[in-house]
Antibody, heavy 123, light 109 residues
Framework: EVKLVESGGGLVQVGGSLRLSCAAS????????MNWVRQAPGKGLEWVSYISKSTRGTSIYYADSVKGRFTISRDNAKNSVYLQMNSLRAEDTAVYYCARDQSGSYYYVFDYWGQGTLVTVSS | SSELTQDPAVSVALGQTVTITCQGD??????ASWYQQRPGQAPILVMYANNIRPSGIPDRFSGSRSGNTASLTITGTQADDESDYYCCSRDSTVSRLGVFGGGTKLTVL
């Protein structure tokens, strides 16, 4: 059974940092690209970041709203993907989901999602 | 960056057919995927590549695309289908960037 379990969320002050983790199981983690998607309270889904399969020659992308502040990484030996969040703003308050990528050349697909971890940025 | 536009809310009578649409220029190049999200739960993939249904998704869900508009149709809508639905695709300029529509809240009457 595919499982994605996020952790690391919590309450942090504006300007602070948090590191989110997503532990994967039930599939060969190194065979899949991964993403982070977030959802502010009462709002829609927002794509945040992507990381390719390999830790060598890694391809990484960020939404403009987090570029320069967030860093995605992965450890295939630990079956985990991470999101280091620095210089946090109130508008970063959201549930953060990790999602497995099953995209094709002409479509973006997240076939499995974790249950999410809540990040609250307080002023 | 690309944008995807969805109607904020749609309603349908129990047992009837409803279509949820997603509009954006990127859809003329890239296909859409669709996600169902119930309150307090993580999203679930219900359609991808415009019209491919993942295993386990009922066949009352179907998808299509015409021009810059992708559609998700539910035939014989059930009470359990009441959810938020989001479309998603690739950014038209930097294809590895993802973009979601604003979501459609489906109410089953």
């Amino acid at each position: 059974e595919v499982k994605l379990v996020e952790s690391g969320g919590g309450l942090v002050q504006v300007g602070g940092s948090l590191r989110l983790s997503c532990a994967a199981s039930g599939f060969t983690f190194s065979d899949y690209e991964m993403n982070w998607v977030r959802q502010a309270p009462g709002k829609g889904l927002e794509w945040v970041s992507y990381i390719s399969k390999s830790t060598r020659g890694t391809s990484i992308y960020y939404a403009d709203s987090v570029k320069g502040r967030f860093t995605i990484s992965r450890d295939n030996a630990k079956n985990s993907v991470y999101l280091q969040m620095n210089s946090l703003r109130a508008e970063d308050t959201a549930v953060y989901y990790c999602a497995r990528d099953q995209s094709g050349s002409y479509y973006y697909v997240f076939d499995y999602w974790g249950q999410g971890t809540l990040v609250t940025v307080s002023s | 960056s690309s944008e995807l536009t969805q109607d904020p809310a749609v309603s349908v009578a129990l047992g009837q057919t409803v279509t949820i649409t997603c509009q954006g220029d990127t859809l003329t190049t890239y296909s859409a995927s669709w996600y169902q999200q119930r309150p307090g739960q993580a999203p679930i993939l219900v359609m991808y590549a415009n019209n491919i249904r993942p295993s386990g998704i009922p066949d009352r869900f179907s998808g299509s695309r015409s021009g810059n508009t992708a559609s998700l149709t539910i035939t014989g809508t059930q009470a359990d289908d009441e959810s938020d639905y989001y479309c998603c695709s690739r950014d038209s300029t930097v294809s590895r960037l993802g973009v979601f529509g604003g979501g459609t809240k489906l109410t089953v009457l």
